[in-house]
């Protein structure tokens, strides 16, 4: 059984951080392209980057380009991202997602119960 859990959200400060994790199980997590994704209230799906199976390429979409970064650890079969100098519309649930290869990160095969992340003063 496909299990993608996300942990690591919560309440942050404009320019301040968080990590998130993503403890993966049921499923050959080092041969999964993964991605995360997130959905701010009343709107719709975001992809927001995605990674490699190996973690050699990454990408990012431009609203967090340079802000964000996303990384694996195959042997730990967990994904993270790295959330840095964030703003009040990165205000969203994050999901990580198992993607449907290494060059369709954006189509997503399963997905986790997310992870609220809240940007405010």
């Known amino acids: 059984q496909v299990q993608l859990v996300e942990s690591g959200g919560g309440l942050a400060q404009p320019g301040g951080s968080l990590r998130l994790s993503c403890a993966a199980s049921g499923f050959t997590f080092s041969s999964a392209a993964m991605s995360w994704a997130r959905q701010a209230p009343g709107k719709g799906l975001e992809w927001v980057s995605g990674?490699?199976?190996?973690?050699?390429?990454?990408y990012y979409a431009d609203s967090v380009k340079g802000r964000f970064t996303i990384s694996r650890d195959n042997a730990k079969n967990t994904l993270y991202l790295q959330m840095n100098s964030l703003k009040p519309e990165d205000t969203a649930l994050y999901y990580c997602?198992?993607?449907?290869?290494?060059?369709?990160?954006?189509?997503?095969?399963?997905w986790g119960q997310g992870t609220q992340v809240t940007v405010s003063s």
């Open positions: 997602a198992k993607a449907r290869s290494n060059y369709n990160l954006k189509e997503y095969i399963y």
């Open positions: 990674i490699y199976s190996d973690g050699r390429d990454t």
